[in-house]
């Protein structure tokens, strides 16, 4: 009996969608994104001048958009005719690390006629979410879960399909003391966090974790610590009902005043309005 016996870099993927739509944007529209959330599109018909990274390109007919979570995306109008465009959002990770630092891919890629099987997938995944928001018994939700479950993976596999020349041949290689230390800070949010009590937990000094953090990830190791917590705070914004005073705990602020400061000053609103900015503004 075959057995699957060495460790993968793909046994510690999770993928969850978060919503997907299929848009029909008007002429004219124009818009500056972001989200927590990994985007993705597919243009189906029209174009547009997208600007992301301090780069600027033509996305059209036959076009595949990624967006990685925390990034500006600005859409600019470049012709006279509707913008069609399957739009999915998700959290992709492999342990706790964003998907995107481990097997980066360009912004745009040109996928054409091997998209058919891609786009019948998007669609079939969109119906039964569609199918999921209606009222009906437990077991029969549980039921739907989980094909939507199975749909998403087929979708995944399909994706990575129609990209497989655009992946890089191996991933990134993160040091695995980095890795276990992201996902220790992942699950101690709520925690007090210092750079002695992280150095002492992969057994390194201070000075030669930061520079093994500012290699690896690309910020200081208290940068991370802070990203991720108002990454959480965000993503407990938008998806539940908790109190702000809940929600800054929840993330290791004992003080509500120096969270809203803290959250503020790095998004641009109070954690009340990044709320409302969420639960009214249409998705991507």
């Excluded at 997907?20 to 944007?25: A, G, L, M, S, V």
């Excluded at 959290?91 to 964003?98: F, K, V, Y």
């Excluded at 959480?232 to 705990?249: G, N, S």
Aim: aromatic share 10%; hydrophobic share 40%.
């Amino acid at each position: 009996m075959p057995f699957l016996r060495e460790k993968f870099i793909f046994d510690d993927l999770t993928f969850q969608a978060r919503w997907i739509f299929e848009w029909y944007r008007e002429v004219g529209w124009n818009e500056s994104l972001t989200s927590i959330y990994t985007i993705i599109w597919y243009v189906l018909s029209g174009s547009k001048r997208i600007e992301m990274n301090g780069d600027a390109f033509l996305l059209e007919q036959g076009n595949l958009l990624i967006v990685p979570p925390d990034t500006v995306l600005r859409i600019r109008s470049e012709d006279q005719n509707p913008f069609h465009y399957l739009a999915l959002g998700c959290e992709a990770r492999i342990g706790s690390l964003p998907l995107s630092r481990r097997l980066p891919l360009p912004a745009k890629i040109l996928l054409g006629e091997s998209s058919n099987r891609l786009v019948s997938l998007w669609r079939k995944l969109l119906e039964q979410v569609k199918e999921l928001q209606k009222d009906g018994p437990v077991i029969e939700e549980m039921s739907e879960r989980l094909k939507i479950q199975s749909s998403t993976l087929d979708w995944l596999s399909e994706m990575i399909r129609c990209c497989r020349y655009y992946l890089p041949t191996e991933p990134v290689q993160i040091d695995e003391r980095i890795a276990e230390l992201c996902g220790f800070i992942n699950d101690h949010l709520h925690e007090e966090l210092t750079a002695p009590l992280l150095a002492g937990r992969v057994h390194v000094s201070e000075s030669h974790l930061r520079s093994l953090f500012q290699k690896h990830i690309g910020l200081s190791l208290m940068q991370y610590v802070l990203q991720e917590r108002l990454r959480r705070a965000r993503q407990l914004l938008w998806m539940t009902d908790y109190t702000v005073k809940i929600i800054a705990e929840s993330v290791g602020f004992n003080d509500q005043s120096q969270f809203s400061h803290t959250f503020r000053r790095l998004t641009g609103a109070s954690p009340s309005d990044y709320r409302k900015q969420t639960k009214h503004h249409l998705l991507p």
